[in-house]
């Protein structure tokens, strides 16, 4: 089993900047692919970005490219998102994902999955 928790969201006007955090627990941390995703009422859960075991290859959602940054730190087992020139369409509560194969890299099908957090973009 692998836990997940997330921190760092928050109320941020329109422009800003947030960075969540995703500290896991329970297995080797980089021996993971791991993911953010986000869902906004009403929607389905939207792909992010993602991250390779080592940080070497990353992916993101064409909604967030050049504005959102995943990088993860496998001495310290979490995984984060510096989001840049927020947008009150990236309201949603952000989770972070957890899996061992690349396969499921920008779908929901991974299998270890954070509580949530929230992050809302005001005008």
């Known amino acids: 089993q692998v836990q997940l928790v997330e921190s760092g969201g928050g109320l941020v006007q329109a422009g800003g900047s947030l960075r969540l955090s995703c500290a896991a627990s329970g297995r080797t941390f980089s021996n993971y692919v791991m993911g953010w995703f986000r869902q906004a009422p009403g929607k389905e859960r939207e792909f992010v970005a993602a991250i390779s075991r080592s940080g070497s290859s990353t992916y993101y959602g064409d909604s967030v490219k050049g504005r959102f940054t995943i990088s993860r730190d496998n001495a310290k087992n979490t995984v984060y998102l510096q989001m840049n020139s927020l947008e009150p369409d990236d309201t949603a509560v952000y989770y972070c994902?957890?899996?061992?194969?690349?396969?499921?890299?920008?779908?929901?099908?991974?299998?270890?999955w954070g509580q949530g957090t929230q992050v809302t973009v005001s005008l």
């Open positions: 994902a957890a899996d061992q194969t690349m396969k499921v890299v920008t779908t929901t099908g991974y299998d270890y």
